[in-house]
């Protein structure tokens, strides 16, 4: 502040000299030099209380803006008629101690020397310049010349740790190239990329393009990928709620950026209107979908959100994350197991639910085959249950989350939630309810899943163990995941199965080489991939539809309607009736029993299957 102080009282002095200067043509009045010196110290005053007062000592000049000119320019206008007024008191025989034009001219003089001085302190500081030595950082590398790489040039310049200094950007629209941005150059194509790491030294590239499908990030990636910079990007769409960019934003490359698709749109106003001011109830609200689901529909202010789960630590988790973050919204967290009816329709009676989210299921396809009738009471028993208890108390809309394992079902997990399906589409017929189920395949990074153990495996040094060369799946990330089905509860009229567009399915193996090589390292020489079979229950790929199921389109191009074959209510009924009634199953008879109720539903390690009556 001090030297401010100093050199504002340098320049309004040279503007007030300057300004008589060319009032005269260089050629100053003896007289009117002299009421200059009688007058300089006081107007400098003025001068200097009218920018403390417009707090032009107060702001941090190194973001000046616009609005930060329009205070200099009101504060020298307010010093100038200060000045004016005071030097009516020096007024000798009618006559002002300086002509009235040279206070016009200092006026603008003063704009232009106090604005300059504090706009090249901004570029001063901006650039890195400290006291004769250049800014030292990581040189950085913008990928995206767009409204995002703008964003990241942006944040990264305004940051004053020295850690990146933005050299220019790469982009394949031709009318950009040879182009400035924030004073950065369009340096050239992506293909340009592995020359221009090698001229500026680039240590580090920033991918900004979050709209882009996953086909152009994977390419980009393996343009950069041999240069040996840190590759960094920007995150997608859906992950960027508030709209703001910042650095901390900013990370490094995953594979859900490789695999990703167009973003999901997603209808808000439709969305607002079946969950705001609603109470909503979310099974398995600890687990990956379903606190995903917690996360995404408390952005639309429902009344209340039940967070129901069996493990008291996720539940503990989600609650005091949402706690935090929407410290305005009611929580209830429930700790209930959902193969109790009686918990759970008391849950209901003192809550109330308008809108259930059924996610809560055990879904880990090797565990379920040897415990076959956990896998039973939980994801069918438990389905009816919180099914019955939502028709019994008028709860609006009921939403199963399934799985693409429920078609043509191999494994005890996929054919439980079959059954689910079925108790939902069944229960849609009697019911005011309105009934539905949403089907759909792996979800990058859930627990359990193939990608956070890929990491771990990567991290100890691998091998990298995968099942089968030609074992395929399909992916979705969970926020898209959960943001369309929440879409389909909107459209739900009764009896729905919604089918999401998986995309392409990908082979396991590609992924796995792809999260070696964004690792560092090259599949079989570093980081090694060993085969293992396929595990009991496990299909070579995975089916969103069965071959006797039909698809209708709906309004949202991401998800479809499957028309399954209709449902056996004596078979389902009967397959409910000794579930419930039975204490526990061994595994052929959990089979046998799903065989009733499913004629498809077959295991090669038996040639006999045991009856169960």
């Known amino acids: 502040m001090f030297i401010f102080i100093v050199v504002d009282a340098v320049l309004v002095n040279m503007a007030l000299l300057l300004a008589l200067w060319l009032r005269f043509d260089g050629n100053i009045p003896a007289q009117y030099y002299a009421s200059y010196r009688s007058t300089a110290l006081l107007f400098t005053l003025v001068w200097l209380i009218s920018f403390y007062a417009f707090g032009l000592y107060a702001r941090m000049w190194q973001y000046a803006s616009v609005n930060d000119l329009l205070s200099i320019v009101g504060a020298v206008t307010a010093g100038v008629f200060v000045n004016i007024s005071l030097a009516y008191f020096y007024m000798e025989g009618g006559k002002f101690p300086l002509p009235r034009t040279v206070f016009i001219i200092a006026w603008l003089l003063n704009v232009v020397l106090i604005g300059g001085f504090r706009f090249s302190w901004r570029l001063f500081l901006k650039r890195g310049i400290h006291f004769g030595r250049l800014r030292a950082g990581r040189p950085v590398l913008i990928v995206g010349a767009g409204e995002a790489g703008a964003a990241v040039a942006r944040e990264l310049n305004n940051q004053n740790n020295h850690h990146h200094v933005p050299v220019g950007f790469v982009d394949d629209d031709p009318a950009k190239q040879k182009m400035q941005l924030f004073g950065l150059p369009v340096l050239g194509t992506r293909e340009d990329i592995p020359r221009l790491v090698d001229r500026y030294a680039i240590e580090e590239i920033i991918i900004a393009m979050p709209s882009v499908p996953g086909r152009v990030i ?39 950026d490789l695999l990703g698709r ?22 398995g609200a600890g687990g990956s979908i379903g606190s995903e689901l917690c996360r995404q529909i408390a952005q639309f202010n429902p009344r209340k959100l039940i967070l129901l789960g069996h493990g008291e630590n996720s539940i503990f988790e989600i609650h005091r994350e949402l706690s935090q973050g929407y410290p305005e919204l009611e929580l209830a967290p429930a700790i209930v197991d959902v193969r109790d009816a009686a918990s759970v ?15 809560a299921a055990h879904k880990h396809v090797p565990l379920m085959e040897e415990n076959a009738f956990e896998a039973l009471k939980n994801n069918v028993w438990g389905t009816f249950n919180v099914a019955r208890a939502a028709h019994d108390y008028n709860v609006r809309t009921f939403v199963l989350i399934s799985t693409d394992k429920a078609v043509n079902p191999v494994s005890i997990m996929g054919a439980t939630k079959r059954v689910a399906e079925m108790v939902v589409q069944e229960m849609a017929l009697k019911s005011k309810t309105c ?20 990491k771990k495996q990567i991290a100890s040094g691998g091998p990298v163990t995968v099942t089968h060369p030609e074992m395929t799946r399909y992916f979705m990330t969970i926020p898209e995941a959960v943001q369309l089905i929440i879409q389909a509860g909107a459209m739900a009229r009764g009896g729905e199965i919604f089918v999401l567009d998986m995309g392409e399915p990908v082979k396991i193996v590609e992924l796995a080489e792809t999260m070696i090589r964004l690792s560092g390292f090259e599949p079989g020489e570093d980081i090694e991939i060993v085969f293992t079979g396929v595990r009991p229950g496990e299909k070579l790929s995975e089916e969103l539809l069965t071959s006797a199921e039909k698809v209708n389109s709906t309004r949202h191009e991401r998800i479809f309607i499957a028309r399954p074959e209709p449902v056996d209510s004596a078979k389902l009924n009967h397959f409910l009736s000794v579930l419930g009634n039975a204490g526990w199953l061994s595994e052929e008879e959990a089979v046998a029993l799903l065989q009733g109720l499913i004629p498809n539903f077959r295991k090669e390690k038996w040639n006999k299957v045991a009856q169960v009556g």
Do not use: M
């Open 345 to 359: 329709n008391r849950l209901f009676v003192v809550h109330r639910p308008h809108v259930v989210f059924h996610a």
């Open 435 to 454: 009934f539905a189920a949403v089907r759909f395949g792996n979800v990058l990074g859930s627990r359990g899943s193939v990608v956070p153990i890929f």
């Open 262 to 283: 167009e973003p999901v749109k997603v209808n808000l106003e439709e969305i607002a209107g079946y969950l705001e001011d609603r109470i909503v109830l979310v099974t």
């Open 218 to 256: 994977r390419e980009i990636v393996e343009i950069c990928r041999p240069t040996g910079a840190k590759l960094r990007i920007l995150p997608g769409i859906y992950e960027l709620i508030d709209g703001k960019v910042t650095v901390s934003q900013i990370r490094n490359v995953e594979v859900e």
